[in-house]
């Protein structure tokens, strides 16, 4: 039987995935470089094991054998998504990964025809990153069909885990980056701030290079996107002074050091996930200054990728495309999708109302 691998299984998050499908009665395939740490979380579970490297193409399309679906779990996805990808390719396997890296859905997108002519899904961000926010942008785009220009944001809470804080290190040296005139432009670190209405009070917040710069344009085809994320005025401070620092921190040796501390802080505990949630707000313009809005709570965003990434994986081992290519989550799922998830409420339910 074709089996579903999950390739960095002994992560922080491959190990809430791997949980997760086990408990929905999934038996996946646990891969990744440690070979001690892989082979004991495959002992807990009793599931089976894969241990292999991404340096040797031939060693990973022999690790496919049997496999009809992979999910990479193994960040930074910048050094783990093309090898593998370019493995899934060649085995006519479904990639999907949890990434949030504008890059990663780039290389992936690029990928749209050689995964059509290969009858394969490649569907990237089936975490967090960028599930909710990517079915909110198709929800405003649905209910504002000329729409102009969307604002996304999200305030998280709990804390970031080890490959979280790696990846957000990369980006702090690759700086800001929004979707203007319907192409991706680099812009400042904190490029803009606003506030947003949680519960009736404002959360100070600053434009991050969130992953829907890239996915809720393919989603959209609205060409004018920012994306912020809900942070006290002393980060947003400190984001902006980190600016001067940015030449320095694309030299490598600091970036190598920089992450092996980041990487070093434990993500959140079982009982800090069940007590802490997020919010996202969105919001779409038409031209004639219409304006759609819609604001949702969800869980924890570690809890919820483990429930968005066993969901897509397992509809897509389910139901396989009659044609392939590269998919957002919203295209593949519905931009209803995320109001289904559970946990999931509508704060501020969906809504159009009129210029001034």
Not at 43 to 51: A, F, I, K, N, S
Request: proline share 6%; charged share 20%; hydrophobic share 45%.
């Amino acid at each position: 039987m074709d089996k579903l691998l999950i390739y960095g299984a002994n992560g922080y998050t491959g190990v809430l995935i791997a949980e997760e499908m086990q408990r929905r009665g999934l038996a996946p395939l646990l891969a990744g470089r440690n070979r001690g740490a892989v082979e004991a979380l495959g002992r807990r579970l009793g599931l089976e094991t894969r241990v292999f490297g991404l340096d040797d193409p031939a060693a990973i399309r022999a690790a496919f054998d049997g496999v009809a679906l992979l999910l990479n779990c193994a960040g930074p996805f910048s050094s783990t998504a093309a090898p593998l990808l370019e493995a899934c390719l060649a085995q006519r396997v479904h990639y999907l990964d949890i990434t949030g890296e504008i890059d990663v859905f780039a290389l992936c997108h690029r990928a749209d025809a050689r995964a059509q002519r290969a009858g394969i899904v490649v569907l990237p961000g089936v975490g967090f990153d960028v599930v909710p926010t990517d079915c909110v942008a198709a929800l405003l785009k649905r209910a504002l069909p000329d729409a102009r220009s969307l604002v996304l944001a999200f305030e998280a809470g709990g804390g970031a885990s080890p490959g979280t804080a790696k990846t957000s290190v990369e980006g702090l040296a690759a700086g800001g980056r929004a979707r203007v005139g319907g192409e991706l432009v680099e812009v400042p670190l904190a490029w803009k701030t606003r506030t947003f209405l949680r519960d009736g009070m404002p959360r100070s917040a600053m434009t991050i290079p969130w992953g829907d710069v890239y996915t809720a344009f393919v989603s959209t085809g609205i060409p004018d996107i920012e994306t912020y994320m809900a942070m006290p005025p002393r980060a947003i401070a400190a984001a902006r002074r980190m600016r001067l620092l940015r030449p320095l921190l694309r030299f490598a040796p600091l970036q190598a050091w920089l992450k092996a501390r980041a990487g070093a802080r434990p993500g959140p505990d079982d009982a800090r996930r069940a007590q802490t949630g997020c919010r996202v707000w969105g919001e779409a313009r038409a031209a004639d200054g219409r304006l759609a809005t819609l604001q949702i709570a969800t869980p924890n965003g570690y809890a919820l990728t483990a429930s968005t990434a066993t969901d897509i994986a397992a509809q897509v081992l389910a139901q396989p495309p009659a044609n392939g290519g590269y998919f957002t989550p919203s295209q593949r799922m519905g931009a209803d999708y995320v109001l289904r998830v559970a946990g999931v409420a509508i704060i501020d339910p969906l809504q159009v109302v009129d210029a001034g």
